[in-house]
């Protein structure tokens, strides 16, 4: 068994753990906000990524994590949850998101997969320390007006060095996906897969 990524479009993602705990990333697009949370990470407070109060069902204990939490003290915190380890990284460097208040996020579960989610931003100095991390996923964003392109994502992705690479926030937010079939095709990175919006993935 392992866990299931539902991607909900835009830089919206749910995760169904083997346990059945529920973390929602970036509330904002799509549909499958059903599920009662137990976990919600949200990188920045842009509108297009706090839109908690889509997850009307909370399970008793539920946390919240924003990037105000997640860097805390200007040092980026980490969360030993049990059912998953969450660790804040580094994101922004451009013009609309400083990086002392945005974060990307690692999920580790328990059976080793390893799961970053860029969050809004462009490259890194970090960025280079996480290919020794070997990475299974990468998540990254490529709008190419708020954020890095496609291209300069496509090098982040071989400076990362993840197993599999999906591209994501692919666009401004211009219609109901959040999603750009050119540019995800495009993106090139190790391992790529395409994720359109509604479309599940087991993270093996």
């Known amino acids: 068994m392992a866990a299931t990524l539902l991607y909900q479009g835009h830089a919206s993602v749910r995760i169904v753990t083997v346990d ?6 970036d509330p904002f697009m799509g549909d499958g906000y059903d599920l009662p949370a137990d976990l919600i990470l949200m990188t920045h407070d ?11 069902k909370r399970n008793d204990g539920c946390r919240v994590i924003k990037w105000s939490d997640a ?11 049990g059912y998953v380890h969450v660790e804040s990284v580094e994101a922004g460097y451009n013009k609309n998101h400083d990086a002392s208040e945005c974060v990307g996020f690692i999920l580790t579960f328990p059976d080793g997969i390893q799961v970053y ?13 996480l290919e020794s991390r070997t990475l299974d996923y990468a998540f990254l964003c490529c709008d190419g007006v708020y954020n890095m392109n496609v291209d300069e ?17 692919m666009e401004p937010v211009k219609d109901k996906t959040g999603f750009d079939i050119k540019v995800a095709e495009r993106f090139d990175g190790p391992g790529k897969i ?11």
Do not use: W
């Open 46 to 56: 842009h509108y297009d990524h706090v839109q908690d109060k889509l997850i009307s």
């Open 117 to 129: 989610f860029s969050g809004d931003t462009s490259t890194t100095p970090h960025m280079t320390r």
């Open 153 to 169: 994502a496509s090098r982040c992705a071989k400076i990362i060095g993840a197993r599999h690479n999906i591209p994501y926030h």
């Open 194 to 204: 395409i994720l359109r919006p509604g479309e599940e993935l087991e993270l093996v």
């Open 71 to 81: 860097l805390s003290g200007g040092q980026h915190n980490d969360y030993k949850l």
């Open 20 to 25: 059945k705990k529920v973390i929602y990333i």
